[in-house]
C-alpha cells in the first residue's frame, strides 16, 4: 500500500486596488514550493521505477499534465543528494523554485558551482550519478 505524503503551504492573499487579489508568497512559501517540487520529483520517480508508469508520457497523462512539465519536474530528483538535504532543511534559503535553473546538469559538482553550494566536507569523488569514496 503506497504512503501517503502530505504537505501544507500558507498562503497570504493581498488585497490591491480596485478589490483585486494577489498571492503574493513569502520566502518561506517559494521554499515551501521548491520542498513540494522535491516531492513531487522523487514520488514521481519511484512510480516509474516500480513500473506503475511505463514512461514519463505515460506518467504526464495520467496526471493530466504536459510531458515538459512532468520532465522539468524529475529534474529536480537528480539534484545531489547534499544540495536535497539542505534544501529540505532549509539550509539553502537563496534557493527558490523562481531561482532554480531550468535545467540542471548532472554532474553534482557543477550543480553546487551553478546554484552557489559549496562542496560538502567530506567531499566524494563523483562519476555521474555514481560515486565513491575519495582515497585517503
Known amino acids: 500500500m503506497a504512503e501517503t505524503l ?3 503551504i500558507p498562503i497570504q492573499v493581498t488585497r490591491l486596488r480596485h478589490g483585486h487579489q494577489r498571492f503574493r508568497p513569502t520566502p518561506a512559501e517559494t521554499s515551501a514550493s521548491l520542498v513540494v517540487t522535491l516531492a513531487r520529483a522523487y514520488a514521481w520517480q519511484q512510480m516509474l521505477l516500480s513500473g ?67 562542496a560538502p566536507e567530506d567531499e566524494e569523488w563523483e562519476c555521474g550519478s555514481v560515486s565513491t569514496v575519495r582515497p585517503s
Open 6 to 8: 502530505t504537505i501544507s
Open 52 to 118: 506503475a508508469y511505463t514512461s514519463m508520457q505515460h506518467l504526464a497523462t495520467s496526471l493530466g499534465c504536459k510531458l515538459s512539465y512532468v520532465s522539468h519536474v524529475m529534474n529536480y530528483a537528480l539534484l545531489a543528494p547534499d544540495i536535497t538535504e539542505a534544501i529540505l532543511t532549509g539550509r539553502l534559503p537563496h534557493l527558490t523554485i523562481q531561482t532554480m535553473p531550468r535545467t540542471l546538469p548532472l554532474d553534482w559538482r557543477t550543480q553546487r558551482v551553478l546554484l552557489g553550494v559549496p
